[in-house]
C-alpha cells in the first residue's frame, strides 16, 4: 500500500513515519529544501519509539521516496495526506491538485487542526479531516470529519496502522479536541500575560495533577470518581454553581500583540531554550512510551489501542522447522551502559517465548486462572552476540522433553539477519496453583505437548544440555 504526503513539516513527518513503519510505502512532497533532513531526523525518533509499545514486530518498514512533482507523489496512493501550513487559501490550491492526481477510491485526509470540510472543499474537492495529534507516530487518535463513508474507509485504514479514529457527528470548526485544546491554551495566556504564573508554574500544574488523571481516565470519568459515593450528580450539585462564577476568560480573548508573544517566548526560552528541539523530542517520546506501555495493562486508552493492533497483527509462523515465539524489535530501555542489550533481557524474551509456547498447549491465560501453569526450575543462558537497540529479534522454541510434569524448551535468539545470538534452555515443572506443588497437566495440554515434542525429537539441538564453564570440544 502506499500513502502520499503532502506537506512534510512537523505533522506530515509524523504521519509519514507512521505509515512506514507500518509496512506503508510513502512518497513524500514538500518545496522545502531541509525536508528531507528534517524528516529524516523524525523518522529517527520514531524508529526508536513506536517499535517499543510493541511486543511483538511491526511489519517490515515501506520504501520513503521524496518527489519535486506532487502528482507523481499522489499517483498510485490510497491515502494522501494534506499537511500544509493552516490557511485556508493554501490548502485551496493543494487539495485540488491532490484531487486531480488521485485515484477515484483515495483517501484524501487534511491534517487541519480547526477548519470544516465545507471550508476545505468549496473549491469541489471530496476531503475529509483527518486530524492527528503529534507526534502522529505515537499518539493513536484521528479525528475524522467529512462524508460518512469516506470516514468509515478511512476509519478501517487508520486502525491498521494502529490509530484510533474518532468521528466527529457534526462540523465544528477546530472538531473536539482542539475545542478544549484551545479552553486551556487561551486560560494559560491570560494567566501568563495578567503576571498570575509563569509557562512553567502551568506546565506543573498540568503535569503534576490533571494531566496524568487525563490520560487514563479522561475528564467525565475522572469527575465521576471526584463525586465520591454519590458520583456525577453530586460533583455536579457541588460544583455546578461555579459556572456563573468567574472561574473562566474564555470568550474574553488577550489581544495577540508581540508583547504577548515577547512573553510567552521568553518565558519558555527560560523553561526549557537549554535543551535543543529534538532533545525534547526524544523525551518526549520516551515519556509517552512509558505511559502508553504503563496502560497496556488495563486496557485503559492509549494502551488498549496498541493492545488490540499487535493482536490484530499477522501470525508469527515457523522458522527451521520450529514455531516462532517471539518477533519484536528491541527497545532503547532493554539496553544497558555498554550499548547493548542488557543479559536480563535475554531471559525476558526467553521468558515470553514460553508464554507464547505454554498459550500454543493450551496452557495460556485461561488454564491459568482455572488453576494450573508451569513453574520454572531451571534456566541456562548462552549470550553468543551482542543484540542492539531497533534490531528486530527472534525466538524459536523447540521441545526438548514434554512428559508427565516436566516442560523442557529449547529457546534460540536469532538477530534479524537470521544468525544465532543467543540460546536459553528452561526446565520448567508443572504446578498446581492452589498447593503450590507440582503436579500432572490436564490431558488436554499433555496430548499437545507430547505431539511437539514428537514433531521436534529428531531436530539437532546443538548447544542444549551445557552447564557453566564447559569448553567448547571441536567439532569431529
Ligand atoms: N503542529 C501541530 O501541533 C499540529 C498541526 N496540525 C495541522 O497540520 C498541518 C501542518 O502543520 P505543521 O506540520 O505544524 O506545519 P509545518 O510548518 O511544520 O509544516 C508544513 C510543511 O508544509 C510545507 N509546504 C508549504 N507549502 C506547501 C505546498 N504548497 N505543498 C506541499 N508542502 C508545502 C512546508 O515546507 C512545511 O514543511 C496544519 O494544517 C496544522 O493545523 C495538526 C495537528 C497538530
Ligand atoms: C495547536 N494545535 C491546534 C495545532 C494543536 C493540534 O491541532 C493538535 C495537537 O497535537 O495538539
Redesign the pocket.
Known sequence: MKAAI?????????WAARFLLNGWDVAI????P??ER?IGEVIANARRALPALYDRALPPEGALTFHTD?AEAVRGSAWVQ?????TLA??H??LP?IAAAAGPDTIIG??????KPSELNAAGTNAVVA????P?YLLPLVELVGDAATCARAADILRGIGMFPLIVRKEIDAHIA?RLLEAVWREALWLVKDGIATTEEIDESIRMAFGIRWAQMGLFETYRIAGGEAGMKHFMAQFGPALAWPWTKLMDVPEFNDELVDLIASQSDAQSGHRSIRELERLRDDNVVGMIRALRRSGSGAGGVVRAHEEALPDLGEQGGLPITVSRQVPVTWTDYNGHMNETHYLEAASLATDRFMEMIGAGPDYVAAGRSYFTVENHIRYLDEIHAGERLTVTSQVLAGQGKKLHLFHRLWHGDGTLAATVETLLLHTDLATRRSSLPQTTVADALAEWAARHADLPAEGAGRFVGQRDTAPA
Open positions: 503532502i506537506g512534510g513539516g512537523v505533522i506530515g513527518g509524523g512532497f514538500d518545496p522545502d531541509q525536508a528534517k506532487m494534506e499537511s500544509v501550513p493552516e493554501l490548502k490550491k493543494v491538485a487534511s491534517s487541519t487542526s480547526g477548519f486530524h492527528p495529534f503529534n502522529v482542539d
